[in-house]
């Protein structure tokens, strides 16, 4: 057996337990693809990451569930990147690129007034997609009733890295009463039955954010639900840019609330920027060192 050190990182909090909790393994370079899947299995969060050396960007990130290899995670990128920065592997870099299976994507590296880093990460392109199933099988799967879903705004899938449906949900109220059943996903998202589910709505906890959400895992991934999710937000951002407010200024700075129902709230930060031919994301948040966990896979 072999013994595998894997740092817990918060992402999107600067209060360990809160935010969203990825593992990073510093030395993916001598771990197998197998090992990799097998460490993220046994860590249990949504995401771990395994940093690799990369011959097209500074360095290359592979995200693995419990259950399968993601494109792209945004919270453990962001701890990954807080994590090689803050232990001085980045040496004084500011700007770095990463490879990841959604293309090679840049990274800033910025410090706040009180020291601690900021991590500033592009996200691909947003793609949309309509969703074609039924609104009222989509509801019960989430454990509330058609008509908590807002009848004016679409119901979309959408990724920037990762795909996820975008559900809008007309009243605060309801996500506590969400109590998904995972399972009932790939027959209702019939168009892409690996994706996550994601409800969101304009009303929110805190008056300084635009809006909240909940996140739900593909039942293929091994988890149930996503604290606070980085990809998600950011097609969000672009979601409200395209549907709800397409005469913003340009660009557009919204701030995602995630994470309440779970005890672990958390803010990702959204930056929307039009271009001729384009939509530009980009996500920000800081992350906390939590613990160490030794995990030991087979040779």
Sequence with gaps: MK???????????KESNKGNPAG??????DLTDEQMQEIAFKVGFNETAFPVKSAVADIKIRYFTPGHEMNLCGHATIATVYALSSRGMLGDKRNITIETKAGVLPIKIDTTADG???????????????????????????????????????????????????????????????????????NILKEMPKASIHPFCLETIDLKADMHARHFSS?????????????????????????????????????????????????????????????????????????????????
Excluded: C
């Design 3 to 13: 013994s595998v050190n894997v740092y817990h990182y918060d992402a999107f909090s």
């Design 24 to 29: 990073v393994v510093l030395n993916g370079e």
């Design 116 to 186: 601690d880093l900021y991590i500033k990460m592009k996200q691909a392109s947003p793609q949309f997609k309509v969703f074609n199933g039924s609104t009222e099988e989509l509801a019960h799967s989430m454990g509330i009733s058609k008509e908590d879903i807002d009848p004016d705004l679409p119901i979309l899938y959408g990724s920037t890295g990762t795909w996820t449906l975008l559900i809008p949900i007309s009243n605060l109220s309801a996500f506590g009463k969400m109590n998904p059943n995972n399972k009932l996903f790939p």
């Design 219 to 299: 039942p293929f991934s091994g988890t149930i639900e996503d604290a606070v999710t980085g990809t998600a937000s950011g097609v969000m951002g672009a979601y409200y840019a395209s549907y709800i407010n397409a005469k913003q200024e340009n660009p557009l700075h919204l701030v995602v609330e995630q994470g309440h129902e779970m005890g672990k709230d958390g803010r990702v930060h959204v930056q929307v920027t039009k271009t001729e031919d384009d939509v530009d994301i980009e996500i920000s948040g800081s992350a906390v060192y939590v613990k160490d966990i030794i995990v030991t896979v087979n040779e």
